[in-house]
């Protein structure tokens, strides 16, 4: 008799055991069937033309004095261009802006520049990184369509980490999605 | 049949010399494998010492309030503070008696050191149930409070406490610098681990708690590092040309998952923190970012917009067998897998604004977490995956704030700069 109760008790400890080594794994459920999408156009938000860089100097009201050489470095002849929300396509003025832009790196042959892809502030830091990098990629790439040297041209995002204006809305949105020419 | 018995007193031998791996070293009161259940209610009496005077409150005041959010925040307990110190021993200290447990203790300054006991008492039988004693250099008392925590958590539910986990994040300075910082999960103890007058962005945390992986942008080109905490060692782990961002560290801590743009477009590779390879995990011409592991190690979810816009996909983790997990919303980022495997939390734009949201693993049971009309960011969860620590501007400046794994209790936890890109530590 008592060794049943002895065989039991053996028992029950074997089981709890078990349940308590067997209940650690985490439960993974793999199958999935894809459904149609919903939502097949990208939102897209109305650009009304582009907005001048006067930013600039409000830039420099602000206390950031690390920033002033930065934006000295900027040969005044190469102008910025903008894009449009969650787009790295370039727009009519974009590509105006870029073929004057072409021209005076033609002319001045020995600078090299980096093109820095910004974007507005809505959206993941890690996001627009990637949609930053895409911009200044697409602005390099038009740039040697029209007949600049690939290796004059550096690429370079910052996401919405450098934002030139600081509002929440589309007027600093429109203005912060850009890329810029900075003269090394 | 001898035999059988032989074979059955070895295996008991077996288990009874390896107890952590065969049965639980305490009785555990409560065994939690579901996310809703009743909070166990706990009395927290005042701590007693012998010494006197401000410091000795201020200690006691400290070892109150500390515990007291460390036990709410574990998920597991209802705390309520009590007005006497009652005797060690007894069991019948308050008049109520819906307490599960009550917390007694004291504390003692020596020689700019403070020792704490604690005691926690099972109010059925009035046994001691745990008893412990931690020392720290006066000023420093809060990580001696954080184990107490921890050691309560795991000995009344069997699951380890978090209260010593920290949080890495990104700290924005007012002359635009972006650094690395850490604090305590619940807000203090703040230190700032980098001075790199640079942009840095993205820290996350080895599985052993020890090194940081962060972008840095301090050599002209977003580069990604890993900083030793504790030797100050900072090695760089890549630096192609182009983006070297979103580092993801595996839950084995042996690869480094991220986003690189060396072959023209944003795609996801890991690199192997020791042996330094590369391996190309996704194929698009569309963006793919921001990795995260699933603790089984086996599985990546993602960001891609290759259906137009961003959207969370799972893949394995050799990039093979992409699925898409979210189906609503037009704009899905940021995922974050929680470490309970269940369910991955992710940032969705709304009509006011971006809120966070948890989807399960199987793409059911979406479920809205916060509310707000402006940018709720970057959620990161606790290690038992009970809680989330995220960022919000709904104050203004993007600050962090934590809430629990249903979006009750959001709290903020920073004031000074901007703060955000939260990652809790895996431990």
């Known amino acids: ?39 097949p156009q990208p939102e897209e938000e109305p650009f009304d033309g582009r907005p001048d860089v006067v930013e600039k100097a409000d830039i420099i009201k602000e206390d950031v004095t690390e920033k002033e050489d930065y934006f000295e470095l900027k040969p005044p002849a190469l102008r910025t261009i903008y894009f449009e929300f ?34 507005d502030e809505r959206g993941t830091v890690e ?43 589309e007027k600093a949105w429109g203005q912060n999605r850009r890329a810029e020419f900075v003269k090394l | 049949m001898k035999k059988n018995q032989l074979l059955l007193f070895l295996i008991l031998l077996i288990a009874t010399a390896f107890p952590h791996t065969a049965l639980p070293q305490t009785d555990v009161y409560l065994k939690v494998y579901k996310r809703t259940f009743q909070r166990m209610n706990l009395a927290l009496h005042p701590f007693t010492s012998k010494n006197n005077g401000g410091e000795a409150d201020m200690i006691r005041g400290l070892i109150g309030a500390v515990l007291k959010n460390d036990l709410w925040m574990s998920g597991y307990f ?17 008049g109520t008696d819906n307490f599960f447990a009550a917390i007694h203790g004291s504390f003692a300054i020596a020689e700019n050191l403070v020792s704490i006991e604690p005691q926690v008492i099972d109010k059925a039988s009035g046994s001691v149930i745990h008893r412990s004693n931690y020392k720290q250099p006066v000023g420093n008392e809060r990580s001696a409070i954080h184990k107490i925590a921890d050691d309560i958590v795991y000995t009344l539910t069997g699951e380890s406490g978090f209260a010593n986990s920290k949080v890495a994040y990104v700290q924005e300075t007012k002359n635009g610098w972006k650094e ?34 962060y972008t840095s942008y301090k050599n002209d080109n977003p580069d990604l590092y890993i900083l030793n905490l504790t030797t100050g060692q900072e090695v760089k782990i890549s630096d192609v040309n182009g983006l070297n961002t979103a580092p993801a560290w595996s839950p084995d801590g042996s690869r480094i998952a991220m986003t690189l743009t060396k072959d023209g477009n944003a795609e996801i590779y890991t690199v192997h923190v020791d042996r330094k390879f590369t391996q190309r995990l996704t194929y698009s011409r ?84 916060t509310d707000s009309s402006r940018s709720n960011e970057d959620p990161t ?38 703060n955000y890109l939260p990652s809790w530590s895996v431990r």
Not at chain 2, 80 to 90: K, M, T
Request: aromatic letters at 8%; glycine letters at 8%.
């Open chain 2, 180 to 213: 690395i910082a850490v604090m305590d999960y619940d807000g203090s103890n703040i230190n700032v681990v980098t001075q790199d007058k640079s942009i840095n962005l993205s820290p996350v945390w080895s599985p052993d708690g020890r090194k940081l992986c």
């Open chain 1, 127 to 169: 996001y627009n990184l990637a949609l930053g990098q895409r911009r200044a990629v697409a602005v390099r790439d038009y740039l040697v369509n029209l007949g600049v040297s690939r290796n004059r041209m550096l690429v370079l995002s910052f996401g919405k980490e450098r934002p030139v204006s600081f509002g929440n809305n």
């Open chain 2, 286 to 369: 569309a963006i793919n970012s921001s990795p995260t592991w699933s603790p089984s190690n086996r599985e990546i979810a993602f960001t891609s917009d290759r259906s137009g816009m961003p959207q969370v996909y799972i893949m394995d983790s050799d990039g093979l067998n992409i699925r898409r997990l979210t189906f609503e919303g037009s704009y899905n980022d940021s995922p974050a897998w929680s470490p309970r495997g269940d369910k991955i939390a992710f940032v969705s734009r709304t009509d006011s604004g971006f809120d966070i949201y948890t989807i399960d693993v199987n793409g059911e049971n979406m479920m809205r977490l």
């Open chain 2, 78 to 94: 209802n705390v309520e503070l009590q007005l006497v110190a009652s005797p060690v021993n007894g069991a019948s200290s308050s």
């Open chain 1, 86 to 119: 969650d787009e790295s396509r370039l727009t009519e003025n974009g590509r105006a802006v870029l073929a004057e832009n072409a021209r005076w790196l033609m002319e001045n042959k020995s600078d090299i520049v980096r093109i820095e892809g910004h974007c």
């Open chain 2, 381 to 418: 969860w606790s290690p038992n995956g009970f809680s989330l620590i995220f960022s919000s501007n709904r104050n203004g400046k993007k600050q962090l704030y934590s809430m629990f794994w249903d979006g009750a209790a959001q709290k903020k936890l920073t004031e000074i700069n901007i």
């Open chain 1, 1 to 39: 008799m008592k060794k049943i109760f002895c065989l039991k008790t053996t028992m029950i400890l074997l089981f709890s055991l078990m349940l308590v080594t067997g209940c650690g794994g985490s439960k993974e459920v793999v199958d999935y069937e894809p459904r149609p999408d919903p939502f």
